[in-house]
């Protein structure tokens, strides 16, 4: 509320949280390119998906041009119109097939390499769980926009308990898994003796 207040432009907070979760998936499938495709096909996979989620995220930019709800309104489970509804499921439908794909990319290189670096395929398949969480959020959320738009009855639960767990549990996974391998591996940089020997240096001058 605070951002649309400041930006005077309401569900603008929405919208870029919605953004950045899109550019996430973006992030976590280059990554799986670049460790699963020949080094030939690297770019080209690349280039693709970047240009998917272009249109996936102005698609969703002018849907949002079409609402003018808060951001609380925007990111809930109940959209009162047709094109809140279109929005929350354009997001959302590309969420679930994003996180689909992920979670099973990342459980498989989680499986290849757990013979020789235990550490980093515990993170895979951290980040894997946490993807699953986020389709779980995004069908549950999803689910319970069409339910309310075609006058269902839907348990509150859902929208009470389990869209905001398994919207918590994908970003605690996810930042667990990508922080293991980190852990797991130290890389130090030779600093030390490179300030050593600019120090050397500094006191053969006259």
Known sequence: MTVDEFVGRNGIATLGGNLAAILAT?????VSVNWTHPTAR?????VGRICLVGCVMA???WEFH???VTSFELASASPDSAEVAGYMLTHLGYLTVAATVITFRYAALAQAAWPR???AAAGLAVTAAGTL???AYAVSRAGTAVAHLEGRDWPSVIETHIVPTAG???TLFITLGLSLPIIGYRGVL???RWVTAWRAKQAARP
């Open 26 to 30: 973006l992030s976590l499938e280059i």
């Open 42 to 46: 690297v770019r080209r996979a690349v």
């Open 59 to 61: 698609v969703l930019t």
């Open 66 to 68: 079409l609402t003018n």
């Open 117 to 119: 670096r235990r550490v």
């Open 133 to 135: 969480s986020g389709v």
């Open 168 to 170: 918590a549990l994908a």
């Open 190 to 192: 030779p600093l030390h």
